[in-house]
């Protein structure tokens, strides 16, 4: 992975004071604008940057994910979401992002096995459980139990960072995507009180998250393809952003050497919040606040004169100043598994319609730019699955795992060094502790 480099491109001028230049290093990556390198900055020019939010800066190099936030485009290793969306399987995608190219049959073969083969989790597992109250969040208790697998696979992390095999790499990325689904729906199990169902050999990763959510023991999930597959899709549309706030926890996490399975515990943790992962569930609570149809005008007024801080859950980005690619997709899946369960004319449904149309023709949300995301539609598509809407944010987590780990695995094999932000400091000047 290289960018081009050319030395000299830009030139940091101070206007003020004695005249002072300091020639900045270009950069172009494959695509998207020019780079200034601020690598050399501070040592060259005695200054440095101020950019709260990183919304200007380059944390890394990444050949992963392409995003161009105006246009509305999103490409994993070149691909489309689009097309990986229609016509690859959430394992591709994994494999995808993980080792640069889409897998042949064998590789995919080898994969789905080894996913299959790893998904059991350790019968301690079940222990951890037991400490958590039933009516915990999701959340926490995916964070906890994830972090404490790193107890168990202590020797295939990356505690020698440096010195780690690309096989024991290349384990911690499978076992990590292989068993999220089971802690998912673990957690879910538990928290209802019902018997912890074992992944079963046979069906597809999406099926099997299904069938470990919703199986019994006495009656097994019956496979329905086109739920499946909608379920399959809505974790490709997840998979990966870029460089988000939980990958770059991840990232962050991770170039100190930690054991990866603390280290997605971190990112865990990241998406949980509801302006990153757990805008969802949040859309599912603003629909039910709007009510009815009748509700939007008075709903939009609160969003336009941002009454204690009311936002449109589901819409505006902090890239995308378009469509989000990932959300007409969504709104397609919506359709499909609304009419499979028979619920075309859901009123929430008719409901969140209404209101991106609205918002869409509305000169608030025009002159701002703020577009339907990810979000906006997929918290109906799930609940009318039968998830709960405190597992949405449990099951994006499933989904960016196979983003997090290649992110990982790429910040490991290009050993980056460990972020150090430094802060621009206002608080007070030098001052001594008062006498007593
Ligand atoms: N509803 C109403 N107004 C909004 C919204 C919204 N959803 N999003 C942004 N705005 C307004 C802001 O208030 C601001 O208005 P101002 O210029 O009058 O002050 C203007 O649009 C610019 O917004 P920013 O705050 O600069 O947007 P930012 O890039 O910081 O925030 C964010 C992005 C956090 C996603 C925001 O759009 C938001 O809160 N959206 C709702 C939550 C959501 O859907 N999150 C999911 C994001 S996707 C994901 O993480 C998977």
Request: net charge neutral; aromatic share 8%; proline share 5%.
């Amino acid at each position: 992975m290289a960018a081009q480099q050319d030395a000299g491109q830009w030139v940091l001028r101070r206007v003020e004071g004695t005249a002072q230049e300091v020639p900045l290093g270009s950069m172009k990556g494959q695509l998207g604008p020019d780079v200034v390198d601020m690598r050399t900055l501070y040592r060259r020019a005695g200054v440095f940057s101020y950019d709260p939010g990183f919304a200007n800066t380059a944390s890394c190099m990444s050949a992963i994910t392409y995003i161009d936030g105006e246009a509305g485009i999103l490409l994993h290793r070149g691909y489309p979401i689009e097309q990986l969306c229609q016509k690859a399987s959430f394992p591709e995608v994994a494999w995808l992002l993980s080792h640069g190219e889409l897998p042949d049959a064998r590789q995919k073969a080898r994969f789905e096995h080894g996913l299959m083969a790893e998904a059991h989790l350790h019968e301690q597992i079940r222990n951890f459980f037991n400490g958590f109250r039933r009516d915990s969040h999701p959340m926490a208790m995916l964070c906890g139990t994830l972090a404490g697998l790193s107890s168990f696979y202590g020797n295939q992390g990356a505690d020698q960072r440096h010195r780690i095999t690309s096989e024991e790499r290349e384990m911690s990325t499978l076992r990590l995507v292989a068993k999220m689904p089971t802690l998912a729906a673990w957690v879910y199990r538990y928290s209802r009180g019902l018997p912890l169902i074992y992944p079963r050999p046979g069906l597809s990763y999406a099926e099997n998250c299904l069938h470990m959510l919703f199986s019994m023991p006495e009656a097994a999930w019956e496979v329905n393809p086109v739920l499946a597959r909608a379920f399959e899709r809505i974790l490709i549309l997840h998979a990966d952003h870029g460089q988000n706030v939980s990958t770059s926890t991840v990232r962050t996490v991770g170039a100190t050497g930690v054991n990866p399975f603390a280290c997605v515990a971190a990112g865990v943790a990241a998406l949980w919040g509801p302006a990153h992962g757990g805008a969802n569930e949040a859309v599912l609570d603003m629909l039910d606040e709007i009510g009815t149809v009748d509700g939007i005008p008075d709903f939009m007024n609160r969003v336009r004169n941002q009454e204690d801080g009311t936002r449109l859950m589901g819409f505006g980005h902090r890239v995308y100043r378009n469509l989000d690619p990932r959300a007409g997709l969504m709104r397609n899946i919506c359709h499909e598994v609304l009419a499979e369960l028979g619920m075309d004319h859901d009123p929430r449904l008719e409901l969140a319609m209404k209101l991106e149309e609205t918002a869409l023709n509305d000169e608030y949300f025009i002159s701002r730019r703020l577009y339907p995301n990810v979000d906006f539609y997929s918290g109906i598509i799930l609940r009318a699955m039968g998830i709960p809407s405190s597992m949405f944010t449990v099951f994006f987590a499933v989904a960016r795992t196979a983003g997090w780990v290649a992110q990982w695995k790429e910040m490991l094999e290009s050993r980056a060094g460990i972020s150090r932000p430094r802060a621009l400091y206002v608080g007070p000047d030098r001052r001594d502790v008062p006498a007593s």
